[in-house]
């Protein structure tokens, strides 16, 4: 079988965002580590309180960018939020996130990583989310980001409310979590490809 899954979805609004993300919630095992990659505001924690929702969690999903690490434990299964943003790569060992697909210090769930591209050991096997718009993927991230800090949130209210959703799966496993979402969602979601 093959190891790695690639699918890439349009969302024209954030209703097919939250759409996706309530699917694939409903689909997720214990163990899922979700790796959530895109420029700021493209919709990283958007996606996940829709995700959060779905598992059954009733309390806001807040961005955790001040917090770092969310746990929520009230859903189907439990929800260990993370936003690396504000950190070095130098400094996520300290954080010891492996423990929470390790199974042994926390019950399993489903760990999400926003900023992921900051994690100095990626483990082999996830499912990556990778959010744009359209227009902005074209532009330099360094570039859009000095933008951002300069606009702040009047940049991000302006943003374009459809997005590029890629999902890569990364082994065995979300491999087949991907042809899951696939075969149960075939109609319902544009694919770009
Ligand atoms: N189709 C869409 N999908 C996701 N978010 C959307 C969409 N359309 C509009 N939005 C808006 O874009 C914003 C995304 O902000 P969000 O905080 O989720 O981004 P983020 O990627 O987590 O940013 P950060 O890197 O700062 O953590 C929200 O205000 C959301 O309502
Ligand atoms: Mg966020």
């Known amino acids: 079988m093959t190891e790695t899954l690639k699918i890439d ?20 095992p ?24 779905a598992l059954g ?7 955790p960018t001040f917090t ?7 859903g189907r299964l439990p929800l260990y939020h993370i936003d690396l943003y504000r950190l070095e790569p130098s400094q996520v060992p300290s954080l010891h996130l492996e423990e929470y697909w390790r199974g042994e210090d926390f019950p399993l769930g ?28 074209l532009c330099d991230k360094d570039m859009y980001l000095s933008q951002a800090d300069a606009l702040d949130e009047d940049f991000i209210d302006d943003l374009p409310s459809d997005r590029l959703i ?10 087949e979590l991907l042809n899951q979402f696939q075969t149960t969602s075939q109609e319902a979601f544009a694919k770009v490809n």
Request: aromatic content about 6%.
């Open 9 to 28: 979805l349009y969302a024209k609004n954030l209703d097919e965002t939250q759409a996706i993300a309530t699917q694939l919630a409903q689909l997720v």
């Open 30 to 53: 214990a163990g899922t580590i979700i790796l959530l990659e895109g420029n700021l505001g493209s919709g990283k924690t958007t996606f996940m309180q829709a995700f959060g929702h």
């Open 57 to 63: 969690i009733s309390t806001t999903i807040a961005s």
């Open 68 to 74: 770092l690490i969310d746990e929520y434990t009230e």
């Open 110 to 137: 489903v760990v999400a990583i926003e900023w992921a591209s900051k994690l100095p050991n990626i483990p082999p096997q996830h499912l990556k989310i990778n959010l744009s718009t359209p227009v902005r993927a």
């Open 166 to 175: 890629q999902l890569i799966a990364q082994g065995e496993t979300y491999v």
